[in-house]
């Protein structure tokens, strides 16, 4: 077994270039996060498909304001893709596992565009939500194989930056929505929703065609049989010959890999619960920060708190700014300071943020919801502290929720273990989305300390349960599992890696 020292640390313009084009596969999930809570907030697409939460916010002025938009339909419409997303990506395993990496991002690209067509072009309600199941689709195919592209193309000491390239163009997407529902919002005649919808088509296109022409990565053609292959791939992605020691690491992964014929079977075993924890826990975790709540109901929630129609919109354009720049510092430093660093600060300066934001919003509306005006000074201060935490899911759970489980599993079930991840970032997002409304009508400013609450326990789960990662060469990590004071007992001491540890 090659030492991890061993392994080439060199970036090759060939690597960037793929992995570049791989991380754009962020851009879906980060212009429907985007641009869902944006259009939503839109009085033309409200009295179009739904217009009893349009009478709801405009006419009755007795309106408790935590409960101006609860409606069941109206977030069926948003959280319909994360449903479809859950459901695909257990497919997307299959996929990825037999056809590779880069079909399963084509498929999610052709997929998603569909559903942007769909959408930007509905006329019913029924419209609204296939056009949302598309998306979903697209979105699970490329969140399941994305971040395991990237973990498996980068060199060890640099997997931490190339993999938060896919969290970096989900804030890009983000970013870009907010910005085009600013715009639309303006369009006169009631169509701006359209364009806004429609133009997801674009992230879609973005990714299909980059995905046609990557590269597939090693570990997936050795692990479907291409042995010659998969070496010359090895010699181009790491820009040497020098790389014996991490093909051979390689080729036992890959013999592990083919005798495993069940990898859904094979996941539940005892030495695979450390993983297993983890490709549950993070995902869920990652969504009870409350985030995706803040990112797509944005203009929704600032509008609820008494910004006017394009107060709120602007809002959240500067929530999603300081969400892209932010992800800057996790690329700069995950692969220096380590994923356990970033997660614990994050973590602690996330809590602080939401007592905080959950108090302001308190003082202002108390438990009645009664109307009252925001003062700029007090609305600047609600956002400013709502960006701070903002900022610190940007560098921490933000990315590392979608580092962490590609890069922990061996190859033998890791398609399976990223479905697995996906899948419950899927369900959660999607439980999220379907009741955040009703809670914000009945938790009113507390849904802040509710949040606040599960971002303590998931910290404390970090500090004790947790091994840092970093540099590590992916079909390596079962050492760091059987080092831990924990996790160590479930690793089989005849498992190849393992022998390592307890010869040193």
Not at 304 to 330: C, E, K, P, R, Y
Request: hydrophobic share 50%.
């Amino acid at each position: 077994m090659a030492d991890p020292k061993d392994y080439p640390a060199k970036l090759t313009v060939f690597v960037f270039l793929a992995c570049f084009v791989a991380a754009t596969g962020g851009l879906i999930f980060g212009y429907d996060l985007g641009i869902s809570g944006g259009v939503t907030s839109m009085d033309s697409f409200l009295i179009r498909f739904f217009p009893s939460v349009y009478h709801m916010e405009k006419e009755d002025v007795s309106t408790n304001e935590y409960c101006k938009f609860n409606s069941e339909l109206l977030t069926l419409f948003t959280s319909s893709l994360y449903l479809a997303a859950l459901i695909a990506s257990f497919f997307a395993a299959t996929v990825t596992r037999v056809f590779g990496r880069k079909w399963s991002m084509f498929g999610g690209g052709i997929t998603f565009l569909v559903g942007a067509i769909v959408n930007g072009a509905a006329v019913n309600v029924f419209m609204l939500i296939l056009g949302r199941f598309l998306l979903g689709i697209g979105i699970g195919f490329a969140n399941q194989s994305v971040p395991v592209y990237l973990s498996e193309m980068a060199p060890p000491k640099l997997r931490g930056m190339l993999n938060i390239g896919f969290q970096m163009m989900i804030t890009i997407g983000i970013l870009i929505a907010n910005l085009i529902n600013y715009w639309t919002a303006l369009i006169k005649g009631g169509w701006g929703w359209r364009v806004s919808l429609g133009l997801a088509a674009v992230p879609g296109a973005i990714i299909a065609v980059g995905a046609f022409v990557l590269p597939e990565t090693p570990n997936s053609l050795l692990e479907r049989g291409h042995d010659a292959a998969a070496k010359a791939m090895l010699h181009k992605v790491r820009g040497t010959h020098r790389v014996d020691e991490e093909y051979e690491d390689l080729v036992i992964a890959s013999n592990e890999s083919k005798a495993v014929k069940h990898p859904w079977k094979n996941i539940i075993q005892r030495r695979y619960r450390p993983q297993l924890t983890m490709a549950i826990l993070i995902p869920f975790f990652q969504q009870f920060t409350g985030i995706n709540i803040i990112t797509f109901y944005a203009p929704v929630l600032f509008k609820t708190i008494g910004f006017g129609d394009q107060a709120s919109l602007m809002s959240a354009v500067i929530t999603g700014t300081v969400n892209m720049l932010a992800t800057f510092v996790s690329i700069a430093s995950v692969d220096k300071l380590g994923r356990r660093t970033l997660f614990l600060e994050g973590g602690i300066q996330m809590i602080i943020c939401q007592i905080i934001v959950g108090t302001l919003i308190g003082v202002k509306f108390g438990v009645t919801g009664a109307q009252t005006e925001f003062s700029k000074s007090y609305a600047g201060l609600v956002v400013a502290f709502i960006c701070i935490y903002v900022s610190a899911f940007a560098w921490s759970w933000g990315p590392l929720g979608w580092l962490v489980p590609s890069e922990i599993f061996p190859l033998e079930i890791r398609s399976a273990g990223q479905s697995i991840n996906v899948s419950m970032n899927m369900l959660c997002t999607f439980i999220l989305a379907q009741v955040f409304l009703n809670m914000l009508c009945h938790l009113k400013f507390g849904l802040f300390y509710f949040f606040g609450g599960f971002v303590v326990i998931m910290t404390t789960f970090i500090f004790f349960f947790f091994p840092e990662t970093k540099n590590v060469p992916i079909e390596e990590m079962v050492i760091v599992w059987k080092k831990h004071w924990f996790w160590g007992k479930f690793i089989p001491d005849e498992t190849p890696q393992a022998v390592r540890v307890i010869a040193a």
